[in-house]
């Protein structure tokens, strides 16, 4: 009788437990027609199609070596920027703040520009940190990098890869680059080779494929 007590308490607590729902908190970024005109604009000239939704096949993790958790949303938050490659902003579908709190800026499929090359394809998650380009990472971002890109994977079976965004030459094995400018191209250091390893480490045997750092 113990026994069945005890089994149904636990099932109680699987039911009602919050974690799932707690992985992130919404804090959208402005969405209007005017954005998915943007999109389309970039998405035909860099990629050769209109792409306001994405499929996910990779995972890029960045840092923003600028600013805050807020300030940085507030950097994305705006739809439009001035940049000869595309007026669309750069922004990314989520961002980790130095103490582990994950915001989503938009829903998990929609386009965001955050890495040359493989947008159409990519969600991207920004971590506050890389201040003057050192690794300081935390431990807490860390984890919840990795609780949010095991929901993503569970999420979107169709992810296969993760990588940093300084890995983008390497990734190109992957086969998912695309770009249709010539010589449109930034060098990256974010988020280091210590926190690509990290990931790794825990991440690797739930299938997903890593480069070395
Ligand atoms: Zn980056």
Redesign the pocket.
Request: hydrophobic share 30%.
């Given at each position: 009788m113990k026994k069945i007590f005890l089994t149904i308490c636990a099932a109680i607590l699987m039911m009602t437990s919050p974690a799932r729902a707690e992985i992130f908190i919404d804090n959208f970024i402005l969405w209007t027609a005017h954005r998915d005109e943007l999109i389309d604009e970039y998405t035909l000239k860099h990629y050769g199609k209109i792409c306001r939704e994405i499929v996910p096949q990779a995972v890029v993790v960045?840092?923003t070596a600028f600013g805050t958790l807020e300030s940085v949303w507030k950097y994305f938050y705006a739809e439009e920027m001035p940049d000869d490659e595309g007026r669309l902003n750069v922004a990314s579908q989520f961002i980790v703040d130095r103490d582990g709190t994950i915001w989503r800026l938009m829903p998990e499929t929609k386009f965001a520009r955050?890495?040359i090359g493989y947008n159409h394809c990519a969600i991207g998650i920004e971590n506050v940190g890389g201040y003057n380009g050192r690794e300081d990472l935390t431990e807490e971002q860390l984890a919840a990098n990795v609780r949010l890109i095991k929901y993503l994977h569970e999420k979107y079976p169709t992810i296969k890869y993760v990588f940093g965004?300084y890995q983008q030459g390497k990734a190109r094995a992957s086969g998912l680059f695309i770009e249709n400018v010539p010589d449109y191209y930034a060098i990256?250091t974010?988020p280091g080779p210590k926190f690509m390893r990290g990931l790794r480490e825990q991440l690797e045997k739930d299938g997903l494929t890593f480069y070395d750092e």
């Open positions: 960045h840092w955050h890495i965004h990256k974010d």
